[in-house]
């Protein structure tokens, strides 16, 4: 018979030592424990190891007793985290491995080369590469930019190096003379080029007509030029005293380009309110016949103005955008826009300056132009589907916000690109949407949520004249085009799910929205009835437009926007049968067409939008005539407000 073991001897270690487990003897626990303190042995507690099933039916057994969620949650998240920093990289099984065995015959070589004694961690930490860009004003409408990796930027590096080891620097300087040549200037054409553009301009008065239209009604939250420069410049331009030069092409070329621009809005000066509907879309062949005129003008220039490569050739393109975007945005504008970008990158108007070579309102100047620049370069890439040719963290640049200036015209040009910033935020998100795997669409989607209360709390944030559109504002178009922008960015968050069928959302919710608690649950549906309610918006501001200032034939904001707003309530219409969307239709395209007047681009896009509204009125005989007995439930349906 066994002796009784006392009952504080009974428990079980929860770990034991070492050697107890080695020699399957009872331990109770203790470092040392008492086994090992009788038999003088050095009692050590290791971890157990966990056992590596080898056949399926104790790997099942093993995968039973392991949390499977806590790993499933982990490598989402780490999934999440890759694509987030990386892109959109492949995470089949088969790729992660090949990833991995490349890294792992990669790192034998790297520490080999560490081995050798190439470089210490020491020196490692005191390792510091600068960035090499330089931005040189040649004067104080040119500059010479060189990035990083350019022959240019090293070759100056090697010039202060060899500065610093001299002992005198002003007799070296004298010796290592450079010839410089920052631009093509024998490309440049005569001077006789310029003196005919000036002899072909229209006379004073009609010059000073144009110039103001342009600045009341064309020019309203993007900022192409200033009202007292242009008048300086045109002054020079009609002054028999100024000579001018091939050097003047770039500023000689955006005059030209704004006269152009102020016929195209020329009939907003005598709009009135209370005209009648069908003389709204008259339109004037002459005023076209001169601003075609005034284009081909500018167009003589546009070598030279290439050749300058200067702040005032980045302007001159711009204004030239400005006057394609109405007529051809997505090939002909875009394609001045990036030459205008280009001018920019190449005066280094994308990095922050440093120095004190330039003043204060060169250096304004030069931001301005920049944002105004990439901020349509963006806006036009995204809404026609182009890749953009210069990105966000290739630019160092302030904003113009940052400057000390306070104006109504500097706050609108700092919303409308807020706007498009914030444009350029939900696409890319949308993009890694489509293209994510499945197990990842729920954390974009949430990111793209976050987007939409951000957007909106910004919007909200803003003070009053920005919530409010008052007709006897002086800056009522400026405010109305802001609104226009931002519905247009809701529209094109909550469209990408216009086509999935989701339960239907009251039309009611619209008002009810900011009291609503920001913590509830956001679905697709959601962001497609906040897109079908930016919509009918956006027809409504459009409408308010036409019976105040009148709308504008070449606004691209107000052309494309009701474009927008159309080609969403046309989609919701296939799934929403409802009054309310069948009269903003309706409003939409009257007012479409009546912007459309003598711009065949414009007339083609309105000619698609009037044949899928055809298309969409067989479709809903055909559904009458299928479902007799459902027509007079529909037409109910129909009749009924949905407010």
Known sequence: ???????????????????????????????PCARCR????????????????????????????????????????????????????????????????????????????????????????????????????????????????SHWSFSQKIRRQIDKRLDDPVVASDQMKVLEYWRASNLRSQDDLILAVRQALP????????????????????????????????????????????DDSAWACTMVMILSIGTQFAHMAGHRADAPPENAGENDPAEDSVGITMYHLAAKLMPDVLALASVESVQAFLLIAHFALPLDAHGLCHTYLTLSLEMAVQNGMHRKFVGQSLDRDTLERRYKLFWTTYSLVRRISILHGRPVSLMPSEIDVQQPSEMTTSTDDLRHNNV??????????????????????????RAYFERLLQSRQQLQQWWLSLAGPFLGISRSSPTFRCTAHLHLCYHLNIVFLGRPFVFFHFPTIGASSQGDKDKTDARLVCTPATLVQDAVNSARAIVDICNLLESTTGLARASYIEFSTCRAALLLILARSLQEKSKDLRDALALGITLLKRMAVSIVSAVSEVSVITAIEAGLRLLDAKDERSSPTGSSANAAVTDKPSG
């Open 1 to 31: 018979k066994r002796p009784r073991v006392p009952e504080d001897q009974r428990r079980r270690a929860t770990v034991a030592c070492a050697n107890c487990r080695r020699l399957k003897e009872k331990c109770d626990g203790n470092v």
């Open 38 to 149: 009788r038999a003088r042995r050095q009692c050590e507690v290791k971890p157990a190891q966990p056992r590596v099933a080898t056949d399926p039916a104790s790997a099942s057994v093993t995968a039973a007793m392991q949390p499977p969620h806590e790993d499933r949650e982990r490598i989402q998240y780490l999934e999440t985290i890759a694509t987030h920093f990386l892109g959109n990289i492949p995470l089949e099984i088969d790729k992660l491995r090949q990833v991995v065995q490349n890294i792992k015959s990669k790192a034998p070589h790297d520490i080999g080369n560490a081995k050798e004694g190439q470089k210490t961690p020491a020196e490692l930490d005191e390792l510091e590469l600068d960035d090499e860009h330089a931005v040189m004003p040649v004067s104080q409408h040119t500059a010479h930019y060189s990035g990083e990796f």
């Open 203 to 246: 006379p004073p008065q009609v010059s000073d007509f144009l110039v103001d239209v342009y600045f009341r009604f064309a020019q309203t939250n993007h900022y192409f030029a200033e009202r007292d420069w242009a008048l300086q410049h045109l002054e020079m331009l009609y002054s028999p005293i100024r000579k001018l030069t091939v």
């Open 416 to 441: 409308i690109i807020r706007l498009t910033t914030w444009l350029g935020e939900i696409s890319y998100t949308i993009k890694c949407l489509r293209k994510c795997p499945k197990h990842v669409r």
